[in-house]
């Protein structure tokens, strides 16, 4: 399987984008959908060709760790399904939402450059390599945000250009101790080499990443910057941010780190399960505070990656499969929430919950297709998110850490109380509502719809003969940890 077009695809149409656009977006929609699609349909293939295998791409033909090599396992073919498709919404979702700001080619040109970015992160086998790509989809998030061109969004991108910037330079510091240490930076020779040296460094390195990507990841007491950010971007790309690109240069690079290059060490596992379970509970009461709906959401964000964390600290196969189902679901009903949070900004102009209402009246499907998100995020059955929580919940008891699993339903109804203050404002009928004269078009509800049905049909992929053939590959490649070595130079050398 060619891997680099992983790369390739959606940096060449990002260059073709702008060569032939013109004025008008209209080229920008169909090359931006025609890519996103062909890549979905790959990673798809992918994920198939690779279950239980490893796909190993040497860039100029020189092996690992010499050269520079692309790696495609159950874990990144999963995680380019879930971008390509939350991309492919969002990209649908935009063609009306972003006309309201700008019909501008520019927009579709910076996605697919983020787009690049991300797929660059997931199959890259390089630790430079990795910053490379990290830093590309950054660029083009942080101008992405100050898309509205409005004083709010030029502050928000602002902080988080000085917070990327941060965590950037933690990273750097990390990669250049690497280097010195292990003279590599490809990912599988750094895990062969790093057990031969002293635990202290180790220790070190552990700390640069964990800070640099935990920032990434937004983690509780790492979130200062995402509120802004996440809720003056356009609803769109609130989505991507939220849904897929704090997982990708977060989430999946300390899973890859910590668990296939450093082996997951207890005192790591422990680390992550803390934070998770703060994140969980003090950015699940700071989001019932909220009156601006897209920083209620944003913090729920911060609060739902506290689940993923506390599975993978807890570490068993049972809460690795929670973390990683976790993962995807958050991915789906977080995106279809900032797409119903658009919705109302653009048909009533305000993201005031106290100015809202009659949102069934004025929007069916928004006002659907949120409370189908809002009762999946909360973890109500039969919706998708009780599935993952439970998992994780279940697993916390059967490692005997009761009060984790106690924290983590409390932090699910706290999760309920923020959504359930949503619906109950935005459903109001005594109120009059402004209204902006526009409402939802086929595009966005088409969107909408489609992740809703995700959210409700999502839990089958727990089904035996499902599970074993989508969930379980990906829980196998991060619980086999070093195996990742054997797999990469096994393959080269």
Known sequence: MNLPLFVIIPLFTAFLITLIAGKKDIWGVVLSLSATGALTVLAVIGFSRVSGETVIYEVGGWPAPIGIVMVLDALSAFMLIIVSGVAVTALLYSIQYIRHLSANWKYYALFMLMLSGMNGVIITGDLFNLYVFMEIALLAAFALVAYGSRAREFEAAFKYAIMGSVSSMLILIGIGVTYSATSTLTLAKVAQVLPEQPAQLIVWLAAFFLAGFGLKAAMVPFHAWLPDAHSSAPAPISSMLSGVLIKVLGIYVIIRL??????????????????????IVAAGLVSILQWDLKRLLAYSSISQIGYILLGLGLGTPLAILGAVFHLFNHAVFKSLLFYNAGSIELSMGTRNLKSMGRLTERLPVTSGTSMIASLAISGIPPFNGFFSKLIIIMAAVAAGKFWLSALAIIGSVLTLAAVLKFQQYSRRRSVEVESTGETTGLAMNTAMLALALICIIGGCL??????????????NVISGKLQYIQLVLGRSL
């Open 462 to 475: 727990l089904l035996p003969g499902i599970k074993e053939f989508t969930l379980e590959p990906v829980v």
């Open 258 to 279: 910590f668990f296939n290059v450093f082996n997951a060490p207890p005192v790591l596992l422990s680390v992550l399960t803390v934070l998770g379970i703060i994140s």
